[in-house]
C-alpha cells in the first residue's frame, strides 16, 4: 500500500540523511521525497512516500518520530489531506493535437520554440500520471522532471502535525 508520510524536522545538516537512513535501513525504496524550509526557517517540511504494509510503515513512523531532529511525523495516507506534484515535460510537437491537449488539460506552456515545448503540470500523484500518459498519444517527450509529492492535512484551524 501507498504511504504518505509528512514531517517537521530541524533545518539542520544531517536531519534529511538520518530520516532517509532509517527508511532505507528497514529496506523500504522511497519513491518521492521532497523537503524544503517551512515559514520558520528553523524547521523543514519533509514528505515522502513509500510502499508497504500497514503494520510495518506503522512502526518505521514510530522510530522515526524518536529521531532527535524530528519535530512532528504523520502518516497523511489515511487523513484528509491536500498532495500536489509538478511535473515539467520537454516535448516534441506533433501538431494541433498538442495544443489541444494542453489546453483541456489544464496544462501550462513554459516555453515553444519551433516544434519543441516545455510544459508545466500540477496535480496529484494519478493525475500526473494520466497527464503523461495522455501526453504520449500527442507528442514525443524527449525530457521529463517531477518534483515530488508535496501534501499537508487539511484542518479548519492551523495546528501542525499530529503524531502518528
Known sequence: ????????????????????????????????????????????????????????????VKQTAKLVDVIDIAELTRRDHLERELSVVRVESVGEALATYVAKSGARVLQREGDMAILEYTGRTDEVDGFIGGLRGVARITDHARSGVAAVERTAVAVGLSSA
Open 1 to 60: 500500500m501507498r504511504h504518505l508520510i509528512s514531517m517537521l524536522l530541524q533545518n539542520e545538516a544531517g536531519a534529511l540523511a538520518r530520516v532517509a537512513g532509517l527508511f532505507a535501513s528497514r529496506g523500504y525504496n522511497i519513491e518521492s521525497l521532497t523537503v524544503a524550509a517551512t515559514h520558520d526557517e528553523d524547521v523543514s517540511r519533509l514528505t515522502l512516500v513509500v510502499f508497504g504494509d500497514d503494520i510495518t510503515v506503522d512502526q518505521v
